[in-house]
T-cell receptor
Framework: AQSVTQPDIHITVSEGASLELRCNYS??????LFWYVQSPGQGLQLLLK??????LVQGIKGFEAEFKRSQSSFNLRKPSVHWSDAAEYFC?????????????FGTGTRLTVIP | DAGVIQSPRHEVTEMGQEVTLRCKPI?????LFWYRQTMMRGLELLIY????????DSGMPEDRFSAKMPNASFSTLKIQPSEPRDSAVYFC???????????FGPGTRLTVT
């Protein structure tokens, strides 16, 4: 069965510092992997996705993520965090079920950015 | 593209009343998902449709919840009767089969008093 684990519930970083959010997945086949961001009071916005090919994927807002099959991980990184990055981040694994693209979400990591 | 449209954005109602949430998916998308988000339970998938047909409603919490998709451009989620524990943010998302990612609407914040 598909599942996603985000081990960090809450992370605090200083503005300008680097960031890494962890994500581990469980899936029997080659996974489709996603990171979404949710700002307060907003819906979920897609940051980046991995389907195949280069294991380092670039996303919007300066984010990147690296797929590591051996570790079943898809960690999100940003070299220098901005105050506007404060939000909740969700990792998800995708599976096509009955023709529809299902997503299985982790429980999210809340990012706080301090000046 | 206007994205996924949900209405209303906020709904406050009294216990026992009927509540109807509405969603217009992105034009051309053929799958639609309803989610519920709460602090306690996080993001839960309630039901999803493919080509207007309900595929899996195992996430619908009770018979008080029902969802319809009468055509490719409109879906409703109805709660009747509503209860305070239904208070949450309800999201609709749509996707095109094979594309992978889902596109989320802004959500409807429901408060049942």
């Amino acid at each position: 069965a598909q599942s996603v684990t985000q081990p960090d519930i809450h992370i605090t970083v200083s503005e300008g510092a680097s960031l890494e959010l962890r994500c581990n997945y469980s899936y029997g086949a080659t996974p489709y992997l996603f990171w979404y961001v949710q700002s307060p009071g907003q819906g979920l916005q897609l940051l980046l996705k991995y389907f195949s090919g280069d294991t380092l994927v670039q996303g919007i807002k300066g984010f990147e993520a690296e797929f590591k099959r051996s570790q079943s991980s898809f960690n999100l990184r940003k070299p220098s965090v901005h105050w506007s990055d404060a939000a909740e981040y969700f990792c998800a694994v995708g599976a096509t079920i009955a023709g529809a693209n299902n997503l299985f979400f982790g429980t999210g990591t809340r990012l706080t950015v301090i000046p | 593209d206007a994205g996924v449209i949900q209405s209303p954005r906020h709904e406050v109602t009294e216990m026992g009343q009927e509540v109807t949430l509405r969603c217009k998916p992105i034009s051309g998308h053929n799958s639609l998902f309803w989610y519920r988000q709460t602090m306690m339970r996080g993001l839960e998938l309630l039901i999803y449709f493919n080509n207007n047909v309900p595929i899996d409603d195992s996430g619908m919490p009770e018979d008080r919840f029902s969802a319809k998709m009468p055509n490719a451009s409109f879906s409703t989620l109805k709660i009747q009767p509503s209860e305070p524990r239904d208070s949450a943010v309800y999201f609709c998302a749509s996707t095109l089969s094979g594309s992978g990612e889902q596109y989320f609407g802004p959500g409807t914040r429901l408060t049942v008093t």
